[in-house]
Every structure is written in C-alpha cells, then in structure tokens.
C-alpha cells in the first residue's frame, strides 16, 4: 500500500512536469517548462528567433573581394589591385585572393610582380587553371622552360584540353623543340581538322624544321583555292 | 514478489514504475508535440547541411502547429540552400507581403529573386528599400550582386564603394 501511494506520488510529480506543457500546446503557447532540454529537444520558445536578425553581416573584406573583381572585369586594374591588396592585409590567408591579384597583375602588365603573387601561393593549393596562368607568366617572363613543364604536368592530367596543347607546341617550337611541337599541333590537329590557324602554325614550325615539302602541302590546305 | 520482503518489494516497484515513466516520456512528448519534434528534426538536418530534409522538415513543424515568423523564415532559408528556389520565393515572397515594412523580408525575398535570375523584380525591391534606408550595407551589397550579373559593373562599383563607404 506504502509502495503504491509512493509510486502513485512519483507518477503524479511527472505529470505535474508535462502537464503545463500539453496545456501550453493545447492553448497554442509554447511550453513553459524546460521539459525539452531535459528530453534534449529544442525549446520553442528560444530556437526559432535567431534567424529575426537584420539580414546577416557581410564582412568588409567580402565586400572588397567581390569589389576588387568587377573592377578587373571593367579593366580598372590599379584600382582592383589595390582593394586586392587591402583584402590580403585583413585575411593574408585567402589564396583566392592573392590568386585572383595574381592574374589581375598579370593582366596589367606587371608580370613580375604577379610572379611574386603566385609565388606566395603554396604549389598544392593551385587549381589547375591557376597552374595554366602561373605557367602563361613564366612565358611572358621567359622562362620557358618553366612553363613547359607545366603545361606538359597539365596535359598529363587533361589529355583533352587543346587550348593548353597548343600554347606547349607554341613555346616548344620557340625552344626549337621542333618534333616535339610537332606532335602536339598534329594531335590539335586530328580533334580539329578544320582549323585554319593551328594547320598554319605547324607549317611554320615544319618550315623552321626544314620540311619545306610538307610545309607546302599544309598551307595549301588552308587556302581557299586549293 | 511474494517472496521478497515489504521494503525491497517497494524499491522494486519504485523502480518498475520509473522504468514505466520514463519509457513513456518520449512517446508522450512525441505525441504531444509533433511540431518540436519536427522542428528539432529540421534543425539537425541543417546543422548537417541536409538542406532537403530540413526545409522538409520546416514544412512539417509548420503543418503540425508551430506556425511563427522565424519557422517560416527558417523554411525559406532551407529551400534557398536546398536549391527550391520556387518554395524559397513563395515564403519569402508571404513573409514579405505579411510585412511589408519590414526590410528583412524585402532583402530575403530580393535576394532569392536574384539568385533565380528575376533580375526586374529583385531590384525593384532594392531600390525601393534603399530609397527608404539609403546607407543598408546588407541591401546595397545585395544590389551590387545584382548589377554585376546583370553586367552593370559601373553601377555594382558604386554601391559596393557605397556599403564600404568609399564612394
């Protein structure tokens, strides 16, 4: 009997727990009582107001990024540079950024120091088409053979990309590595039969070559008349 | 039972029932509100960036009662990051409507016309709002994404040089 009015009691204290809560529900009020975190279920109460902010911050550095990129769009290069610049004073870690300076210095003419820019990039962290872009500085700054060996490390990985195959041919045949250049303009070549101005490029390096014959043979095919 | 003594015979009941109770306690409290079981649901799911099945379960907490300004806006933000741009719209497009003075909802809504590419519309918005709050960093910036995919870029300069406060 003792055990049954205490257990009675037990059952009575839980409910008197719940109870304001079904009542709340019922009324269409949030529950009063924390029986929720007790549960590990959420609070209605306090959970859903966090989104009734303003609209969420935009830091100024993000601002700046997203500036400094439609100024490169619009060639307002020193301008984009600059914000570019102050980004990196604020977040030096953003390699987005020092990537994105990289190629706007480039664009601008100033290869040197977008070579610096790149340079400050840990090698891993460049994407493909970065490594493409740093290669491209490499030749505008000479040092080709740099810039083959990325291009030919790029080619390994994307046998497909002809844009890349043919800047390879372009600085290979400047090397006079005439074979090699060669072979990646005749493999343009099959992927694009058609076009006119690669089938000139591998006649001029079958000139340089000494392949006059051959050379002949191609800029026929790119004439109108022939 | 029987064969224990009167005091371990109660201890033993004691803890009989509470085994009982608290079993039942999660049905009781499942049963019971369906909405906060929805709702927690909804946001676990976007704490683990189940975009889908949050604003799936938004929709539920909604449906089973919980029908407040921020579950709604909870929605809209789960659709817009779970890609339902059309629910994404439709919510914010109501909230904006139910509160047309408030700049939350215009910029939500705005901002969601953008990224479905109601370029028009969106900015229509924002004109509107920063003729109202003509210095909103968040509504400006807004605005200069806008510009920008539109290729308005002069323009986008300027309001991004406006929210930096360098124009």
């Known amino acids: ?226 | 039972m029987l064969i224990l003594r009167s005091k371990p015979r109660q201890y033993l009941t004691h803890i009989l029932l509470l085994f009982l109770v608290a079993g039942c306690l999660p049905w009781l409290y499942h049963s019971r509100h369906p909405e906060m079981v929805a709702f927690r649901q909804a946001e676990q799911a976007f704490a683990r960036g189940d975009f889908k099945d949050a604003a799936e379960a938004y929709s539920r907490a909604i449906t089973e009662g919980l029908r407040s300004v921020e579950v709604y806006s909870k929605l809209g933000d789960a659709s817009l990051a779970g890609q339902d741009f059309s629910r994404a719209v439709e919510v914010f497009r109501a909230l904006h409507q139910s509160h047309p003075d408030n700049p939350v909802w215009t910029l939500k809504l705005a901002r969601t016309l953008g990224v479905t590419k109601h370029y028009v519309q969106a900015l229509k918005l924002l004109d509107r709002l920063l003729e109202q709050r003509p210095e909103w960093r968040p509504a400006l910036i807004a605005r200069a994404r806008i510009r920008t995919a539109r290729g308005e870029f002069h323009k986008a300069i300027n309001d991004y040089k406006r929210a930096l406060k360098e124009g």
């Open chain 1, 1 to 226: 009997m003792k055990a049954l009015s205490h257990s009675l009691l037990l059952t009575g204290m839980v409910l008197a727990i719940c109870c304001p809560n079904l009542r709340a529900q019922q009324s269409g009020e949030p529950p009063a009582f924390g029986l929720e975190q007790s549960l590990g279920l959420p609070s209605p109460s306090a959970a859903p107001k966090r989104s009734a902010q303003p609209g969420e911050k935009i830091a100024d550095w993000q601002a700046r990024l997203e500036l400094a990129r439609v100024l490169s769009y619009v060639q307002r290069y020193p301008e984009a540079i600059s914000q570019y610049r102050q980004v990196l004073k604020e977040k030096p870690e953003h390699q987005q950024a020092r990537l994105e300076l990289a190629k706007v210095l480039f664009w601008a003419g100033r290869s040197e120091e977008a070579l610096q820019a790149f340079q400050g990039i840990p090698r891993d962290e460049l994407s493909p088409e970065a490594r493409i872009d740093l290669a491209d500085i490499y030749v505008s700054q000479k040092e080709y053979e740099r810039a083959i060996s990325l291009y030919r490390e790029h080619l390994q990985n994307h046998p497909e990309d002809d844009r890349v195959r043919f800047k390879l041919a372009e600085v290979l045949s400047w090397r006079q590595k005439y074979e090699e250049a060669l072979k990646h303009y005749r493999i343009i070549l099959e992927h694009r039969p058609e076009d006119i101005q690669v089938r000139r490029k591998l006649s001029r390096v079958l000139i340089w070559n000494g392949e006059y014959d051959r050379a002949i043979e191609q800029l026929r095919r790119t004439l109108p008349d022939s």
